[in-house]
Structure formats: C-alpha cells, structure tokens
C-alpha cells in the first residue's frame, strides 16, 4: 500500500521498472474517486497516461442517458458526472472541479485500477543535463561517460550517477526503499489506529 496524504491508501498492482510504471488498486473500487482527489504535486509521479481536462458536476437530478453517473460518487439526492470541461454547465448542475485526468467515466471501465498508472521521473535531472551536460571521468578500463549530482527538488534529495546502467540500478533501489517504507509507515499508521480502538 501506498498512502497519499490527499487521498489515502492505494495497494501496488504491479511496478514495471523498464518502462517507470507503477500500477496502482483503489481499495475504495472508485477510481473517479481517486481522481477527484488526489493531489501528486510534491511528489516524484505523475499520471503515465495522457490527460485531458474534464469536469465533475454534481447534478441535484439525473442528465440525459447521454451523460453517465458516477455510481461510486452519486447519492438519492445528488448524481456526480465528469464531462468534457468546455461544455456548458446545466442548470441542475453545479462545477465541483475541473482538473486533468486519462479519461471520463464510463461504466465499462469502471473497475478499481483502470486508469490507475503512475510514472516517475528524477527530480533535478532534466534541469542537471540542460545546465551541465554529461561529464567523462578516466578510468582504468578507459573513458566512462557519467557526472555525480545531488539534486534538491520539491524536498526530494537524490544523489544521481547519470550513465545508463548505474543510474537504473540506483532508480531501482530508491524505488524500493521508498515503497518499503511507505508500507513501513502505513502499517505504523494502522497498528496506532488498532490500539486507539481498543
């Protein structure tokens, strides 16, 4: 489980390394949920999927079949849509947020991880290579293409060994750190909550 402090906990499907995909399960099975709600600045992801501005309206009744309801966000009293954000706002409706996600709602994609991908990327590199470019130290063996960089960015701090090879295995072992103690955490968390029950 990963916790998101603007949404809460979301369990790891799968983590792809080649291509920096992290696959994430609602445990809520309300991905428009997610969306509506979760906040990735300040952290090292961001959605791997393209986005698209949509709007979430919450309508006090039903719009047209043409339009579909966020079942796991509807209520008896009120019916929560996301339509494309420059289609005007009927008038039953009122605009919760607009804000960019991979796709609108639609009851056939609507299990607990479609949509749910996230990438990485490392803080400061891009900034690093645009402003220094790549270094050459000697070795033994001959010349090794690669520079050594502590990057700060968003609070992150990383040390960065920017040749092919070293900085995967370095991406690698951050990724892993964090995710255990992520899951360090969030057990701390539950096992705090268990005994303030009890």
């Not at 339009?67 to 796991?72: G, I, K, L, M, Y």
């Not at 019916?79 to 009927?90: C, D, M, Q």
């Not at 000697?138 to 050594?148: L, M, N, R, V």
């Given at each position: 489980m990963i916790h998101f402090p603007t949404y809460g906990p979301l369990a790891v499907k799968s983590i792809s390394y080649d291509t920096r995909k992290l696959s994430l399960l609602d445990p809520k099975s309300c991905v428009h949920e997610v969306f509506l709600n979760l906040n990735l600045s300040g952290t090292p992801f961001q959605y791997y999927y393209l986005l698209k501005n949509f709007t979430y309206l919450n309508c006090s009744t039903r719009l047209s079949?043409?339009?579909?309801?966020?079942?796991?966000?509807?209520?008896?009293?009120?019916?929560?849509?996301?339509?494309?954000?420059?289609?005007?706002?009927?008038?039953?409706?009122r605009a919760l947020k607009t804000i960019p996600i991979p796709f609108p709602y639609s009851p056939y994609l609507a299990d607990n991880s479609f949509g749910l991908g996230l990438t990485w990327s490392l803080?400061?590199?891009?900034?690093?290579?645009e402003k220094v470019g790549s270094c050459v130290f000697?070795?033994?063996?001959?010349?090794?293409?690669?520079?050594?960089n502590i990057a700060l960015d968003k609070g992150f701090s990383i040390v960065h060994v920017l040749s092919g090879e070293t900085g995967s295995m370095i991406l690698n072992i951050l990724l892993c750190i964090f995710v255990v103690a992520t899951m360090i955490s969030i057990q701390i968390c539950n096992s705090k909550k268990v005994d303030e029950q009890t």
């Open positions: 079949p043409s339009f579909d309801e966020v079942s796991c966000l509807s209520g008896s009293r009120h019916h929560v849509y996301t339509v494309e954000s420059s289609l005007p706002i009927p008038d039953s409706c803080p400061g590199r891009e900034d690093f290579e000697q070795s033994k063996a001959g010349p090794e293409t690669g520079c050594i």
